[in-house]
């Protein structure tokens, strides 16, 4: 299975490295975690949404929207899971802002849709035998920069879950931890690599990003 990183792929060079990485990968399927900024794929590709979207495509998402409908519609983890490869994924979108995390998702509005707040957490910490759980925000103890940017929703989610592995975004950074029996990995970004998971085992290989000439 195909995993990436952020992609950003608004930016044409960041879209062709994407694009790229799913021709080198020939996976089937892939799993994506947020800032992903194209919804066009060549592949199914479940996502979680990041800070950086087109947050009228992700809501549309969110809805089952008919019109977003067919093979190249991604698919949207928003406090919910899927069965791929004889895997339970989950994955919890948006990122985390404490003035809002107590708000109504109905009371979010233009580009404050990005968060996550804390009935979607709530939501998904009712999610059962979840082996993968893909997030945006990182939980505390994987990255430093001078100070843990972890996020306590995303500790308590994990808790609660205990999923074998987590993959987070957003910070554009390989990077590796354990939380209580979770691996914990901080992905870099597409137009550095891209990564593929072995359903069997769960172990995470990590791969150059191939050159994104002719996407």
Not at 161 to 178: F, I, K, Q
Request: hydrophobic share 35%; proline share 6%; aromatic share 6%.
């Amino acid at each position: 299975m195909l995993v990436l990183g952020d992609a950003h792929a608004d930016d044409p060079e960041n879209r062709r490295a994407l694009l790229a990485a799913y021709r080198a990968a020939a996976e089937e399927r892939a799993l994506q975690v947020g800032d992903l900024l194209c919804y066009d794929l060549p592949a199914p590709t479940w996502f979680v949404a990041g800070n950086n979207e087109d947050f009228d495509v992700i809501e549309a998402l969110r809805r089952g929207d008919g019109s977003l409908a067919g093979d190249a519609r991604p698919h949207l983890l928003a406090s919910t899971a899927v069965e791929l490869d004889d895997l339970r994924i989950a994955g919890l979108s948006g990122n985390y802002a404490p003035t809002r995390y107590d708000r109504s998702r109905r009371d979010l509005t233009g580009d404050r849709r990005r968060h996550f707040v804390r009935e979607d957490v709530e939501r998904a910490k009712r999610l059962e035998d979840v082996d993968v759980l893909v997030t945006h925000e990182a939980p505390h103890g994987l990255l430093s920069f001078g100070y843990d940017p972890g996020c306590r929703p995303i500790d308590e989610l994990l808790a609660e879950l205990e999923p074998s592995l987590c993959l987070v975004g957003h910070y554009h950074r390989h990077a590796e931890s354990e939380f209580g029996g979770t691996c914990v990995r901080s992905l870099a970004p597409v137009w550095e690599s891209y990564y593929t998971l072995d359903p069997a085992t769960l172990a995470l290989e990590r791969h150059d990003a191939p050159p994104g000439d002719g996407a």
